[in-house]
């Protein structure tokens, strides 16, 4: 899948963080997210065109946070969580904003973006909608997105293995789509899984904060060097 475009679009605004490791992580889980996201949607049987918009949005489905870079990046030790979450909440919605004015995007991608945050039992956001009333393609983001985050380090703790990762979305199992978890659930635990294995283990061992600003964005245009608790952010 050629992600090129959204690449480009990611580097652009990306180009207003002002520190190194902030855009690498964000690359590097949306690349996570994208590929687990496509393998999700191949096991539950949908055809070429889906699985293209499904890792398409997948890529760009925390594409509202870089409107936030101001407040939600670059404050990694002086700013309450619970004042940063009022912000950070707000970026499925800019999400939708950003890839309108773009005009390249379908109608399906930005609605499996707006949603990718809700959950099954109603407790997501920033809608509170519940079971069939949230789209396909964002129960699929929501579940590939929380095992993304917890599979990746955070300033506040390590990642988990994957194994403990699974056991935890178990533990809320209720919030996501049984037919889609359970999808997951075969893709994590099959041959295929090891593509976003490698970008799971990349993500961890690649160091770039050290990087001036303007070649990390390069990076992020380019390709590959990208490798996201929960996705709860």
């Known amino acids: 899948m050629n992600l090129e475009r959204e690449r480009q679009l990611i580097a652009r605004m990306g180009a207003r963080l002002t520190v190194e490791r902030d855009l690498r992580d964000f690359c590097a889980h949306g690349e996570i997210v994208s590929a687990l996201a496509v393998l999700v949607a191949k096991a539950l049987g949908e055809d070429e065109a889906f699985c293209e918009e499904i890792g398409v949005a997948g890529m760009l489905h925390d594409i509202g946070k870089l409107e936030l870079a101001d407040v939600i990046y670059g404050h990694r030790d002086d700013i309450l969580a619970v004042e940063r979450s009022k912000y950070v909440r707000m970026h499925p919605t800019l999400g939708i904003d950003v890839l309108r004015k773009e005009g390249a995007y379908s109608e399906d991608v930005i609605s499996f973006i707006a949603n990718h945050h809700e959950n099954c039992d109603g ?68 041959p295929e899984f090891a593509s976003v294995k490698a970008l799971i283990d990349r993500a961890l061992t690649i160091e770039v904060d050290d990087m001036p600003l303007v070649e990390a964005n390069a990076v992020a245009a380019s390709h590959g060097e990208h490798a996201g608790d929960r996705g709860d952010e």
């Open 123 to 190: 407790t997501g956001y920033p809608h509170h909608i519940e079971g069939d009333e949230i789209p396909y393609g964002a129960k699929i983001l929501r579940v590939c997105d929380v095992f993304a985050a917890l599979v990746s380090n955070r300033t506040y703790r390590a990642a988990f293995s994957v194994d403990t990762a699974v056991e935890m979305m178990i533990d809320d199992v209720r919030e996501y789509d049984m037919r889609v978890f359970l999808a997951f659930l075969r893709v994590v635990y099959g």
